[in-house]
């Protein structure tokens, strides 16, 4: 599997590379404000770096755990408010439409914590805005409870 992941600011593609060079290379072609992510890191280490002013400078360590999975990972990522790390764990397989113990999705969180960036992340993924928790709550149903026009309109 392609651990190292190039992301643009705008979150609307993934490069999967096979070297933690090759994905600076092409997070340097996106240019600023440009991602790379690195989905296998261990737990407190370098795992992502940002294009800032041209050159790429750690951003963050690793909070994600390899051996859960990209799906888990993705609700950790969605749960951290981290578009770039959603990105990234869906370029590596993760579940777009995964549930948790009581049926909430990686949108639920989004909308939840109010991450936009998420949920243009996860819609654009193909992510269910009606899919229901043991609640019986959708995502969309939550947006329209918050009132956040912005997050409402991503829904769709």
């Not at 070297?19 to 600076?24: I, K, L």
């Not at 113990?101 to 939840?112: C, E, F, S």
Request: aromatic fraction near 8%.
């Amino acid at each position: 599997m392609k651990a190292y992941i190039a992301i643009p600011a705008d979150f609307c593609d993934a490069v999967a590379c096979e070297t933690a060079e090759g994905a600076s290379a092409v997070a340097l072609s996106f240019g600023e404000g440009a991602y790379v992510v690195d989905t296998l890191g261990a737990p407190y280490h370098p795992a992502v770096q940002q294009v800032i002013g041209g050159q790429l400078m750690l951003e963050g360590f690793g909070s994600f755990n390899p051996k859960r999975g990209p799906s888990a990972n993705l609700f950790e990522a969605v749960k951290k408010k981290q578009a770039y790390a959603a990105r990234a764990f869906l370029a590596v397989g993760a579940d777009v439409n995964a549930t948790e113990k009581d049926g909430a999705t990686p949108l639920h969180w989004a909308v939840g914590r109010g991450c936009a960036d998420c949920v243009r992340v996860l819609m654009a993924a193909g992510a269910d805005a009606d899919a229901r928790d043991t609640n019986g709550q959708s995502p969309r149903k939550l947006a329209q409870e918050k009132g956040d026009a912005a997050i409402i309109a991503l829904l769709g």
